[in-house]
């Protein structure tokens, strides 16, 4: 049996964020509005940019926190972290009823990832979906594949390949993910993403120079 990963904080140890949560949520300007990504992108580094925009939109204010001291865990900001590059692509065209987040391989959301099915994306519910088997992805929309599905990784993106899929692969362990859309990794034990265009032309898929400029590379 696989190991769920541990919900460990990586806060501090990953981003090397001094400020409290709380205090970033003050510094960019409280909970309400739609992101001002150009600011924080001047005031922050790239993880305290993440927590700036995701305080904004108010989507980490949405996650069971124990208070405004608690700092999220590193699954609770990749939960937050999924719908945002879902809110900066552009689907070929929208769903028809839901949008459907998969989860591929064991789940180490938890709780975060329902937190998102009371949100909306192209103007859509979202619904949490976790196929078992390769052939079961086609009606994704976002597809998150954890560590330790690498091994069915070739597979998976063999078949996303030319479908209207936002492939994401979390694989700090290995740099070479190539055919997602996606790449999360690590990189002196932050998080960062690279992000592969002719992936994301293949199915079709427009991502925003936003999103583009926040990655650690364009390829």
């Known amino acids: 049996m ?3 990963p541990s919900l460990t904080p990586i806060y501090k140890a990953s981003c090397r964020v001094k400020s409290s949560v709380a205090s970033i949520s003050k510094r960019c300007g409280g909970f309400k509005g739609e992101p001002q990504m150009t600011p924080c992108l001047h005031q922050f580094s790239c993880c305290k940019f993440w927590l700036c925009l995701l305080f904004i939109s108010g989507l980490l204010g949405s996650l069971a926190f124990a208070g405004p001291s608690r700092e999220p865990t590193e699954y609770e900001l990749k939960a937050a972290i999924l719908y945002h590059f879902a809110r900066f692509a552009e689907w070929p065209t929208s769903p028809s009823d839901k949008f459907n987040l998969c989860l591929y391989g064991p789940d180490p959301f938890g709780a975060a ?3 998102l099915t009371r949100r909306t994306l192209l103007d859509r519910p979202i619904q949490i979906q976790r196929p078992r088997q390769p052939g079961e992805i086609s009606t994704c929309h ?3 594949i954890s560590p330790q599905a ?3 990784l070739p597979q998976l993106l063999t078949i996303a390949r030319d479908q209207p899929i936002l492939t994401i692969a979390d694989q700090p362990q290995t740099t070479d993910a ?5 790449h999360l990794g690590l990189d002196r034990q932050k998080i960062i993403f690279d992000i592969d265009l002719a992936a994301a032309n293949r199915a079709g898929l427009r991502l925003s120079s936003k999103l583009l400029r926040l990655a650690h590379h364009v390829r």
């Open 178 to 182: 190539s055919g997602s859309v996606i």
């Open 113 to 115: 990832i329902e937190a």
């Open 142 to 144: 976002l597809l998150y």
């Open 2 to 4: 696989i190991a769920t």
């Open 150 to 152: 690498l091994p069915d």
